[in-house]
């Protein structure tokens, strides 16, 4: 779903309402607005509709690989004498919300992560020594 600033006050409710039916189902909402009161009124009436405890993650752009998918907890490794994973922002974001801000601005190798997770519903975490597949049905907000 695609929203402008126009329409956050006149179809906004409507589509915040839908999305609260199966936001992963639809997949989230490209939400064109530049930071500003309006936007927050939204996304603050998009939260309301959600069950409590529904995560909301924020993708920072300097995010790497590491955040966005997971790797190696060091210190938790270190203290079990094992290899201990640590879940990136998608499936901390499971069964929720990713925030995508500046989505144009996101690298292209980022990108194609975040389209196969969100085809996929999983992450896929190979690296560091690890190999485990975790859920992350999580619909975006960009």
């Known amino acids: 779903m695609s929203l402008e600033t126009p329409a956050l006050d006149d179809t906004g409710p409507l589509v915040a309402a839908l999305l609260a039916v199966d936001p992963q189902g639809l997949g989230g909402v490209v939400l064109r607005a530049p ?38 907890d060091l210190g938790a490794s270190l ?37 196969a997770v969100l085809d996929t519903q999983q992450v896929q975490l190979q690296r560091e020594g690890l190999a485990l597949t975790l859920p992350a049905r999580v619909a975006l907000v960009h």
Do not use: F, K
Request: hydrophobic content about 45%; some cysteine; charged content about 15%.
């Open 35 to 72: 930071a500003c009161e309006q936007r927050s009124r939204w996304l603050d009436l998009l939260r309301s509709y959600q069950s409590p405890g529904t995560p909301w993650r924020r993708l920072p752009l300097h995010a790497d690989a590491g955040a966005l998918l997971g790797g190696l």
């Open 79 to 115: 203290q079990r004498g094992q290899a201990v994973a640590q879940p990136g922002l998608l499936a901390q974001a499971h069964g929720g919300w990713l925030l995508l801000p500046m989505a144009e601005r996101t690298p292209p190798h980022m990108a194609a992560q975040l389209a």
